[in-house]
């Protein structure tokens, strides 16, 4: 067994193109190749999805991490795996929609390349805006703004250029036609330290970072980008609710395979899959800022599909160039 365990670790590791493989019994994949370091959210919504996977459907999957590339390293060790259902893999939203756009090279396209089992976690964000701004709703942050000078605009921060929460501040700017100043930052952590000091006012930077500052009185929330209003702060209206018609994005995990595994395999991981991420267990594991997003094979595939259209032609608009 530990020779056999060996072989198939080998062969999983060779840079060779995904093929088909014979088809086998089913049985859970042996491998969850997660393209994030322990501790990123990402990580942390995969082993709550195999903890719960191992109680439900009695799944012992091991789980390896492969960080790097913002998360192409774990989709391209994915794509070159077997593809005979052995193993499958986490990947989260900006990988897919996101970074091909905007590296010279991605090597992989998510459509050919890699095949949708289900989603697993979505996060929400509040756009929040330094206390001491003189606006209480997006609307009047919308005025202010139109009205301070071309010298002294308002600021916003990010987590660096091309990050979810640049791209849906520069969405809400272009879609409501109110000027704002991109700050980029190496962190959310440096950002979010000048956002406190007043050195930059806006930010939508993820539910965990702002959410305690909201609560200390120190940040103020316009919206938040949601289905619903959050339970915490149901005074808050939702992104719909302030800005109709206007389309932000999601930071979002869900579970892929090798691009030729047997439809049959696909189906069975999936139904598997998602009766776990619809069980009370799942939503209450996951992380602070996280809800379960339980889309089946074609309801992801459509979403990688047609939030990567989207964004694609967002970053052609704002100009950002590859890497």
């Excluded at 195999?50 to 192409?72: C, D, F, I, S, Y």
């Excluded at 250029?161 to 640049?166: F, G, L, Q, S």
């Excluded at 120190?218 to 109709?244: C, D, I, K, Q, S």
């Amino acid at each position: 067994m530990r020779r056999r365990h060996w072989l198939m670790g080998s062969l999983a590791a060779l840079p060779l193109p995904a093929f088909a493989q014979a088809p086998r019994a089913w049985a859970p994949p042996t491998r969850m190749i997660i393209g994030y370091g322990a501790g990123n959210i990402t990580d942390q919504v995969a082993r709550v999805l195999l903890e719960v996977m191992g109680q439900r459907h009695g799944w012992r999957t091991a789980a390896e991490n492969l960080p790097g590339a913002g998360g192409m390293l774990g989709a391209n060790n994915l794509i070159r795996a077997p593809a005979d259902g052995s193993v499958c893999g986490v990947v989260a939203a900006a990988a897919l929609t996101i970074l091909p756009h905007i590296q010279r090279n991605p090597r992989f396209d998510p459509f050919p390349d890699l095949q949708a089992v289900t989603g697993l976690a979505i996060s929400s964000s509040f756009l929040a805006v330094n206390a001491a701004l003189p606006v209480r709703s997006l609307a009047e942050l919308v005025a202010h703004a139109r009205s301070r000078p071309a010298d002294n605009p308002v600021f916003y921060y990010s987590p660096g250029n091309a990050t979810v929460p640049h791209l849906n501040l520069e969405a809400l700017a272009r879609g409501l036609d109110f000027p704002m100043q991109h700050v980029p930052y190496r962190t959310s952590a440096a950002g979010n330290t000048d956002l406190l000091a007043n050195r930059v006012q806006v930010t939508m930077d993820s539910f965990s970072i702002t959410l305690p500052h909201i609560q200390s009185g120190a940040l103020r929330p316009l919206a938040f980008n949601g289905t619903e209003r959050h339970p915490l702060l149901p005074e808050v209206p939702t992104m719909a609710e302030a800005a109709p018609g206007i389309q932000l994005m999601n930071a979002w995990m869900a579970v892929f395979f090798p691009k030729a595994t047997p439809a049959a395999t696909v189906d069975r991981a999936a139904a598997d899959i998602l009766d776990a991420v619809r069980s009370p267990a799942f939503a209450e594991k996951l992380p602070i800022g996280t809800s379960p997003f339980a889309l089946g094979p074609a309801e992801l595939a459509e979403r990688v599909r047609s939030e990567g259209a989207r964004i694609g032609r967002l970053i052609t608009e704002i100009g950002l160039t590859p890497d």
